[in-house]
């Protein structure tokens, strides 16, 4: 019964990660950490000019790293209101509830699941895209 009640949360959580590019803020944090570091083992530039470079560097990771760190607290708002909304529709589920997000054998089922939700979500939109493409083409 628990797996039913949260499973929605897991399709939740996954579809507000994909719809606010979460991935995507990760990796410009990633690439412009690389960026400062080529920036700071380059022979080719002069002192003045990494200082310069790493300023707008550390500017634009602050930026995307506050993005990234408001993005998951607007996902853990949400889903907060969602478990608020699930025990006051369902009181008796708030114990069991709880006490999921501690079981590992929980955790690994509903991680199993949203896995296999994300895999059939890229499938079904691959053939959807690739229908569409070929309706046009005809």
Do not use: H
């Not at 699930?86 to 896995?115: C, N, Q, W, Y």
Request: glycine share 6%; aromatic share 10%; with cysteine.
């Amino acid at each position: 019964m628990i797996y039913v009640v949260l499973f929605p949360f897991c399709i939740f959580l996954f579809e507000l990660f994909v719809r606010l590019n979460v991935g995507r803020d990760a990796m410009a944090i990633i690439t412009r950490s690389q960026e400062s570091m080529r920036v700071l083992t380059s022979s080719e530039l002069g002192d003045d000019d990494k200082e310069v470079l790493m300023r707008r560097g550390s500017a634009d990771i602050f930026k995307a790293t506050l993005r990234f760190a408001l993005k998951f607290l607007a996902i853990g708002v949400l889903l907060y209101l969602l478990f608020l909304l699930t025990v006051t529709l369902f009181p008796d589920l708030k114990r069991a509830l709880l006490e999921s997000l501690f079981s590992p054998i929980v955790i690994a089922v509903l991680t199993l699941g949203t896995m296999c939700y994300a895999w059939a979500r890229k499938a079904i939109l691959s053939r959807l895209r690739s229908g569409v493409e070929a309706g046009r083409r005809s």
